[in-house]
């Protein structure tokens, strides 16, 4: 039954390959590739690729190998305390490309329709929102392993600063509804593009009242310092067709890297 179920999957998309389209030559964001300023990317998750061997490109300016400070990382005790510093959430349906990157499936939206505040963050725009699969990141109460990692990538537009948003995936026997518009059907031929229009509203809740936070890195090559994030402390269903679809590709989720003696904030609503 399950190798009959994956091999549907597999058919049900083909026959959304003659609407994959190649990819527009630009984003809504210049940020929103940042990982990848080209498609196919020139990193991978196997072989001769696998992240371990990251470290050792220099010649094009990454920083797996230099800077410490990277991400994920195991979220564990101690926390510093911090309360009532929600995030804000302002999404919305909007134009998005789904995307096959060449190591995630990614999902542009136009820019400037969705975006997120805090106390520190005026204003941040999506520039674009993506999928690990399994987990990247761990938190307190769920198992190490888990189906999968969502990574809302937002840049403040006043200094390019990033603040990550990650929400963490377990599996369920339902699809998701609210995953289906950009799941169904994934394009997938290499660095095609569909576009459609859906409601990204539904994806995280108006206001976040609890998370982590912390500062890392990109999870991808150029492995760039700085960016924030914001990990949420429970964890979001995706159906286990869902799954095997983005599962199709393999698995694309960086190791766990060390903390570094980096403080981790547990920000709760009082």
């Not at 990819?23 to 991978?44: E, Q, V």
């Not at 050792?56 to 926390?79: D, L």
């Not at 109460?141 to 929400?167: C, R, S, W």
Request: glycine content about 8%; aromatic content about 8%.
């Amino acid at each position: 039954m399950r190798k009959l179920l994956l091999a549907l999957l597999i058919v049900g998309s083909s026959v959304a390959l003659g609407a994959d389209s190649k990819c527009p030559p630009t984003y809504a964001s210049p940020f929103a590739l940042a990982d990848s300023g080209n498609c196919p990317p020139n990193y991978g998750y196997s072989g001769y690729l696998v992240p371990e061997q990251w470290q050792f490109v220099t010649n094009q300016g990454w920083y797996c190998g230099t800077e410490k400070k990277q991400s994920p990382i195991a979220v564990v005790p101690p926390f510093e305390p911090e309360s009532q510093n929600p995030i804000k959430v302002a999404y919305k349906a909007s134009l998005v490309t789904v995307m096959n990157s060449g190591h995630d499936i990614r999902v542009i939206p136009a820019l400037g329709n969705n975006t997120i505040s805090t106390r520190e963050v005026p204003s941040a725009s999506l520039d674009e929102f993506h999928f690990h699969v399994p987990n990247e990141h761990t938190i307190p109460g769920y198992a190490e392993k888990l189906a999968g990692e969502m990574h809302f990538v937002h840049t403040d537009p006043t200094n390019g600063n990033l603040y990550v948003i990650a929400q963490l995936l377990e599996e369920s026997p339902d699809d998701n509804r609210d995953l289906s518009p950009f799941l169904n059907p994934l394009p997938i031929n290499l660095c095609g593009c569909q576009e459609t229009k859906a409601d990204l509203a539904p994806l995280l809740p108006e206001q976040i009242p609890g998370y982590y936070r912390y500062v890392g890195s990109l999870t991808t090559p150029d492995c760039r310092g700085g960016v924030t994030f914001f990990v949420l402390p429970t964890t979001m269903k995706i159906g286990k067709n869902q799954l095997a679809a983005l599962r199709h590709f393999g698995e694309n989720a960086r190791p766990r890297q060390d903390l570094d003696g980096r403080p981790i904030t547990r920000v709760t609503p009082e």
